[in-house]
């Protein structure tokens, strides 16, 4: 729809004459006694998917106050060879009517418009953003909502001197995010798109944006229930965090924190690495993982130990050792997996103790809990006229090395042409007959925290009338401890061979 649409002045909404006789795709809109005498036309108008009931917006009625900036991501919508296809949100104003709207622009991208409208078209929920009307003009397509909104993520910096409020602001969010999805599930397929997550203003609540990129999810939210305030905005007050305090008892507090402010980091390490699930290692940035130092460890370590994840056909011997048709393994890969049971929780109730004890007083996020290690095999892709053969797995009690270590073992794998595997071939024989090499990886997964969510812990705990850095909360949780450990565990080197061979 172009801009010659007039808005009544007093109500600020489109003329009912103009309604009735206009419609999308008309070949000469506002012409009158026009004589066509003949020829042939095409309208190059965009048929548009808004319902004939629904609110058309003259583009040049609306007024753009000022830009409300996403990341990059969602600035540039798409792009190909000819084209660049643009998305920017402005705060708005329509037409005569001075109540606080949001436009959202679309430059060319007139599907990613088109999806936009047709999602919130669909639903009606206080918690996902509600559609005003819609203007098309001159390759800019604008939807336009209720409201005047501020990004999730900029309300949520604001209070980024409080741990305790930004946990307790995205538990709350938590709550109005999953009544809004239950309900859009129902109605949208959800599942295949993306979200953005807004404050309304004048409501001070959570609202949903569907996007189209079903990449785009600037937050996991969990469903975690509080005593709702009566507006986020209201949360501001100086001395809400100390009534945020008041309102939790620890175990909530401390599973909040676990949940909401976990910061996770995985990494290629040395295949010659040992790796301590449960234990709390200093990383400095820069540095390989061999340089690492331990601080802590868990007390009363739980690790959870899987096998190989191999396909079905896959036979396993009494001894450990499992047997895979070689033509099924070509090209793939083939990992085993250790991780540690123990909740953060456990470790974010004693860490500021033990960080006293080891006097340790910055560099907070460069302290990181091992939880997790996948040892992968790569096999590659085989010679012409390979012949038929077995590959071998060692058992994989053969990667445990301690009660919480895990190692390469000398030798994980080879190639058989004997079905028993007690002929193993060398590296140098697998490679001769086209067998393909096998490169071993090791993936660690780990969580930290700031220097902002450690001040939160010890703000809770004085809070409480607490030491801000004593283990007094252990006796509430019941959690097992770790220990403080400032010796170096230096990694021991061990031999592989490039084919895992014999």
Known sequence: MDDHQRLSPKSGSPSPKNLCTRYTGA???????????????????????????????????????????????????????????????????VGSCDKPMTAILYHVAWQDWNNCVSCHLSVRHSHILQIYGTASSSGIHAAVFHGDLIPFKQFLASFRHSSIMQVYIIAYASLQTSAAEEYAAALIPTSALGRIFWIRRSTGRLSLEFIGDQTYAEFAFGAEELSPPESLMALQHPHQEAQVIASLGFHRWYSLCALYQTQRRSSSISVQAEVKLGSIIYWRPGRPF?????????????????????????????????????????????????????????????????????????????????????????????????????????????????????????????????????????????????????????????????????????????????????????????????????????????????????
């Not at 000469?28 to 042939?40: K, N, R």
């Not at 009625?61 to 798409?78: F, N, P, T, Y």
């Not at 109730?349 to 033990?354: G, L, V």
């Open 27 to 93: 070949f000469f809109p506002d012409s009158q006694h026009l004589v066509v005498a003949g020829g042939i036309f095409t309208s190059n108008n965009v048929v548009e998917s808004v319902p004939p009931d629904f609110l058309r917006i003259p583009l040049g009625s609306i007024d753009l106050r000022r830009e409300i900036r996403l990341d990059e991501a969602m600035v540039v919508v798409s792009r190909n060879s000819k084209r660049c296809s643009i998305r920017r949100v402005y705060s708005a104003r």
């Open 290 to 502: 061999q340089d690492t130092t331990e601080i802590a460890k868990s007390v009363v370590p739980q690790i959870t130990r899987y096998g190989w994840d191999v396909l079905n056909g896959t036979k396993l011997f009494r001894d450990g050792f499992s047997r895979c048709n070689a033509a099924d393994v070509f090209s793939s890969e083939i990992s085993l997996t250790r991780y540690h049971d123990t909740p953060h929780i456990s470790w974010l109730a004693q860490a500021n103790s033990i960080f006293r004890q080891l006097q340790i007083v910055a560099n907070y996020g460069d302290y990181i809990f091992i939880d997790w290690v996948n040892f992968i095999l790569k096999i590659g892709a085989p010679n012409p006229n390979t012949p038929h053969g077995y590959l071998f797995l060692c058992p994989p009690v053969h990667f445990d090395i301690g009660a919480t270590s895990s190692r390469w073992p000398a030798r994980p794998a080879y190639w058989s042409l004997d079905p028993s595997g007690n002929d193993p071939l060398s590296a140098e024989e697998a490679a001769s007959l086209g067998y393909p090499s096998i490169t071993l990886r090791t993936e660690a997964s780990m969580a930290f925290w700031d220097e902002n969510v450690y001040a939160g812990l010890r703000k809770f705990n004085e809070g409480k009338g607490l030491d801000p850095e004593g283990q007094d909360v252990l006796r509430d949780l019941g959690f097992p401890l770790f220990e403080g450990d400032r010796s170096d565990h230096p990694t021991a080197d061990i031999e592989l061979t490039a084919y895992c061979g014999g």
